[in-house]
């Protein structure tokens, strides 16, 4: 059974050479996967924005508006821990959580960022191609890629926003315990 090699096109306004494209070496499952990574982390990062503003208009700080979405993610991420702790100190089990929540983000982050970037490689001998070669880039991730695994860190990424979403509460009922009225 021959091989073919998939591509993924995409249009632009064109130039003289021919359209873009992305040589696509990734199965489809994979490719699926690596999207709901960058989903997931897009909704991360709008929480970690939301809840940053949220700590600083406790603290009575005005935060320019464009300012926390221009910094790099390491510089937000600090941003939010200090205001965690100077916001939430008196409120042990919060701050316990929220610190918890920035120590799985700062985990998760370099792994996000090796699915997201660095399987995708700009050919130079070719300007309108885009490589998707995860196999030549293995040793980077120091485990196999495939969907499954992948897949494991968009859940473990979903949950965290899950948790970020309930820092402020009460942690989840045990089924079958009375509901606290909130």
């Known amino acids: 059974m021959a091989r073919t090699r998939r591509y993924l096109y995409f249009l632009t306004r064109g130039n003289a050479t021919g359209a873009p494209y992305i040589d696509l070496q990734l199965r489809p499952a994979e490719l699926q996967a690596i999207g709901q990574v960058t989903t997931q982390w897009a909704f991360l990062e709008f929480l970690i924005l939301r809840e940053t503003r949220s700590l600083a208009k406790h603290l009575g700080m005005d935060l320019p508006p464009d300012d926390l979405e221009a910094v790099s993610f390491r510089k937000r991420r600090k941003l939010w821990e200090r205001l965690a702790r100077k916001a939430l100190a008196p409120f ?11 120590e799985r983000v ?8 090796r699915l997201t970037h660095d ?12 490589k998707a070669y995860p196999r030549a880039n293995l040793g980077k991730f120091g485990w196999p890629l495939n969907a499954a695994r992948i897949e494991k860190t968009a ?10 979403l309930w820092i402020h509460r009460d942690p989840e009922p045990v089924p079958g315990a009375p509901r606290r009225a909130t």
């Open 92 to 102: 042990h089990e919060e701050l316990a959580r929220s610190l918890d929540c920035i």
């Open 106 to 113: 700062r985990n998760l982050a370099n792994e996000r960022h």
């Open 119 to 130: 399987i995708i490689e700009y050919d130079a001998q070719d300007q309108n191609r885009l």
């Open 155 to 164: 859940s473990d990424i979903a949950r965290l926003s899950h948790d970020i």
